[in-house]
């Protein structure tokens, strides 16, 4: 298999520094200007990093996995701010504001990789009178990809910018049915890392994760995952939970939160999507669902509802007057499930050959 091109690195937003992985998979001897595979933006879990995206970033960056370069696109992973190697964001912010600082450092690296300043030009005259000029300063269209956390940043995005969103891929949906736009109480729970209850939270708060004189809180962060996952790769983990728990506390002591995920209005983003639905520019929007069973099963053992509300949100993103419906391979939202002892939370590291093969067909099958 051709090996894409990889560069990784830090780009300034108006939230802070945000750390990315990119592969290019584009061939050098072919005109960069007859390619027109969609650019790909990957969000990952909590309290996970680009890492996340390790194993699949060169098979989707080759799209369809042959080696023939003349198929290939560029594939971005980013560190959300405050995980992984990404700055603490500046002040406290929102899943909206989030996604709105990954587009902005997603054309910025376009930019450098060449072949968009056409749309950069055609864009420039609307976007000087836009009230959010950063998150529409190109005209490029992405597909997104995202796991759980991830997920919302992909959902905000599709429901705010239709115009910029080909096609989406949600891995593992989970979503709390009782948040609102207004107010919202975070549940307390092991599996979903809490924050920021309401979308500007500044107040200051004592962090949870208790250091211990004998370090048996790093050996606390092993076991959580030591039952389903190799220590290989369990060690991957603890590192970036470590990074996000770092960074977590120094930002606390500042006021500065992160939205809780379980506080955003899943549903009432996905009720715009479908709306869009209708209008011309967002008709292109082709949507995936890849659901790990082994996900789903833990979620439903804590009490977490993973297989009913992986069904709900397939259900919400689907328009019931939709035609195409009646078919999967046509389908506006096609639904995936992956199985086997690596269909859990971390399926895309544990079985990246599968989810790339899903995406890929997915991909090619829409013209991505």
């Not at 990315?20 to 650019?39: C, F, M, Q, T, V």
């Not at 055609?122 to 009230?131: C, L, P």
């Not at 107010?183 to 890392?193: F, Q, T």
């Not at 949870?208 to 790769?233: A, C, I, T």
């Amino acid at each position: 298999m051709k090996v894409p091109l990889s560069k990784r690195g830090m780009i300034q937003t108006a939230l802070g520094s945000i750390y990315y992985l990119l592969h290019d998979g584009r061939s050098s001897n072919i005109e960069i200007d007859g390619n027109n595979k969609a650019p790909i933006l990957c969000f990952h879990m909590s309290p996970r990093s680009s890492d996340e995206y390790l194993e699949v970033l060169p098979l989707l960056a080759n799209d369809d996995g042959s080696g023939a370069g003349d198929t290939g696109r560029i594939v971005i992973a980013f560190d959300t701010p405050g995980y992984g190697s990404s700055d603490n964001p500046l002040k406290s912010c929102t899943i909206d504001e989030i996604s709105d600082a990954f587009l902005e450092a997603a054309d910025k690296l376009l930019l450098e990789c060449g072949d968009y300043d056409d749309c950069y030009e055609q864009e420039q005259d609307n976007n000087d009178k836009s009230s959010n000029s950063s998150a529409k300063s190109l005209g490029i269209e992405f597909v997104t990809i995202g796991s759980l956390m991830g997920n919302f940043f992909s959902v905000s995005i599709a429901s705010r910018y239709p115009e910029r969103v080909k096609g989406t891929i949600l891995t593992n949906i989970w979503f709390n049915p009782k948040a609102s736009t207004t107010k919202a109480e975070a549940e307390d729970d092991s599996i979903v890392v809490q924050e920021g209850s309401v979308e500007n939270d500044t107040a200051i708060k004592s962090d949870p994760f208790l250091l211990k004189d004998d370090g048996s809180h790093l050996m606390e962060l092993h076991q959580k995952r030591s039952s389903v996952l190799d220590n290989e790769l369990n060690l991957r983990v603890v590192h970036t939970d470590m990074s996000y728990l770092i960074n977590r506390r120094k930002r606390y002591p500042l006021g500065i939160s992160i939205q809780d995920p379980s506080t955003y209005d899943f549903i009432g983003a996905c009720h715009k999507i479908v709306d869009d639905r209708s209008s011309s520019y967002n008709i292109n929007n082709k949507i995936l669902c890849i659901k790990g069973e082994g996900y789903a099963e833990m979620f439903d053992k804590f009490g977490l509802d993973g297989s009913e509300r992986f069904e709900n949100a397939c259900t919400l993103l689907r328009n019931d007057d939709d035609d195409e419906q009646k078919n999967n391979n046509g389908a506006v939202v096609q639904v995936e499930t992956l199985t086997g002892d690596k269909s859990t939370l971390n399926l895309i590291n544990q079985m990246s050959n599968e989810f790339a093969i899903l995406c890929n067909i997915f991909l090619n099958e829409h013209k991505l």
